[in-house]
């Protein structure tokens, strides 16, 4: 556990956090509960950051630049990093020379929670799977919290906690991505799920066998009490071996303990033997990807003691996020779908698998150095036109051309006029980039919003029909 020591606050010694964005400050906050001297450092300049620093000024601490943090290394005996920080930052070598402790926010908040942990990671459906745990825990009657990498950040729960509130709270589900996995030592989750992995991040892993490595860590510290809930279909995941009992889930395969595919029904069995089942077409949900993210939020739902039949049966009536293959809007006997938080090709490729018409895709916006071709074989039976724009529109078509016909368009506005154009009654318009959105727009949700307002616009005089 973090110390805030009366030694290390004679010493003047105190804790930088790097990042003044929704996590960082959360992680203020909860240092300042626990009584360290705290400053957070921001690679913005300061006068951009008006609304942080009002924020900090209340707490009494003090934001600085990354220079000024560099300066005085030496004064902190802590550094809480941030998701958007890559750990091979030159401040964080330094600071480990000088014998300072490195962790991220979702390790700091682990260290003062008091309730069980429920996590979630891979590169496809965290946030479903997240949510969709939370949803059916909730309506079996148990308190929880749902955040981490969505929502509210972990350490707003461990401040409530410390300070004798939340008592109430009997599990988290905590959604963890590939960069808060990088700081993390003694978190702990008594159910843990990798769903997944597919090329995303490479920008900042470089290579996918270091992007796998950092995935794994979730199930760093489990042990045989411990349920780690992993996906059989993916070739590398299924070569895993935790510590804890592992609950597999397929499309495909059986196993002894876990969820399977037959036909379109989920059945979940312990032992071999069949201890639930249900018919995906009574789930509010579709698509082969929410079949496993309902399989993989049963076996979450088992760490948490609930039958899987009563957690199947509480799973039927979610129904999935905005911007996670939406529908926004029929018009003319087209449906144009947003599934702006396909934000990888793995995503892409998930979704093209959950449509049996012809799709014209909307691919494109701020690289990730993907590859787009691993969508090749995706794209052959279902996609009729790939429209690609943003940033990365140039390097989409030299990767897809040869496969599908590729037009080029430089904003929402013009890919929605090609593509509403070309599109015909029953087919869809799939806006699933596989790219960050922040070449034009503010995050992934702006995304989506824009595409809904310029369908809506470019069929003016339409009603749409939902």
Excluded at 82 to 91: E, F, R
Excluded at 264 to 286: C, G, M, P, Q, T
Excluded at 288 to 315: F, K
Excluded at 394 to 420: F, G, H, N, T, Y
Aim: net charge neutral; hydrophobic share 40%; aromatic share 8%.
């Amino acid at each position: 556990m973090v110390l805030i020591s009366k030694e290390t606050r004679a010493q003047g010694r105190g804790s930088l956090v790097m990042g003044a964005a929704l996590s960082g400050i959360a992680a203020a906050k909860l240092l300042v509960f626990l009584g360290a001297r705290v400053a957070v450092s921001e690679k913005k300049p300061i006068e951009q950051l008006e609304k942080e620093k009002k924020e900090l000024d209340n707490l009494g601490v003090k934001i600085i630049s990354e220079a000024e943090a560099e300066k005085n290394l030496a004064s902190f005996s802590l550094l809480v990093v941030s998701p958007g920080v890559p750990i091979n930052h030159p401040i964080i070598a330094t600071a480990r020379s000088l014998g300072a402790e490195v962790i991220g926010e979702i390790e700091l908040a682990f260290r003062f929670i008091s309730c069980p942990i429920l996590a979630v990671t891979g590169s496809n459906g965290k946030s479903t799977v997240t949510d969709l745990t939370g949803y059916i825990l909730k309506k079996a009657g148990l308190d929880c919290y749902v955040g981490g990498n969505i929502g509210s950040p972990l350490a707003d729960l461990a401040i409530e906690q410390s300070q004798g509130q939340a008592q109430n709270i009997k599990w988290a589900v905590v959604e963890i991505s590939s960069f808060q996995l990088e700081t993390i030592e003694s978190f702990k989750a008594r159910g843990a799920a990798f769903l997944n992995l597919t090329p995303d991040h490479l920008d900042r892993h470089a290579t996918m066998e270091s992007y796998f490595e950092l995935k794994k860590r979730i199930f760093n510290l489990q042990g045989p009490k411990d349920l780690s809930i992993i996906n059989l279909d993916d070739p590398l995941l299924s070569t895993i071996s935790p510590r804890g009992r592992v609950f597999g889930f397929s499309r495909s395969k059986r196993s002894d303990f876990g969820a399977y595919l037959e036909e379109n029904e989920i059945i979940v069995v312990e032992n071999s033997k069949i201890v639930a089942r249900a018919d995906f077409k009574s789930f509010s949900l579709f698509g082969a990807h929410n079949q496993e993210n309902v399989m993989a939020a049963v076996g979450l739902c088992y760490a948490a003691q609930i039958e899987p039949q009563r957690a199947l049966d509480l799973a039927c009536d979610y129904k999935s996020s905005e911007h996670r293959l939406s529908l926004v809007g029929s018009y003319g006997g087209v449906d144009f779908v947003d599934d702006s938080k396909a934000t990888n090709v793995g995503a892409v490729a998930r979704a093209l698998e959950s449509f049996d018409r012809p799709i014209i895709l909307i691919l494109g916006g701020r690289d990730k150095d993907l590859d787009f071709s691993y969508l090749a074989p995706y794209l052959k039976d279902r996609v009729k036109l790939i429209v690609a724009m943003g940033e990365c529109r140039e390097k989409v078509k030299a990767a897809l051309e040869s496969v599908k016909p590729v037009r080029l368009a430089v904003d929402m506005k013009q890919a929605v006029s090609i593509a509403s154009q070309e599109a015909k009654s029953g087919e869809v318009v799939l806006l699933s980039p596989a790219t960050a959105s922040f070449d034009q727009f503010r995050d992934y949700k702006h995304r989506g919003e824009v595409f809904a307002r310029e369908a809506s616009l470019f069929y003016q005089g339409a009603s749409p029909q939902m």
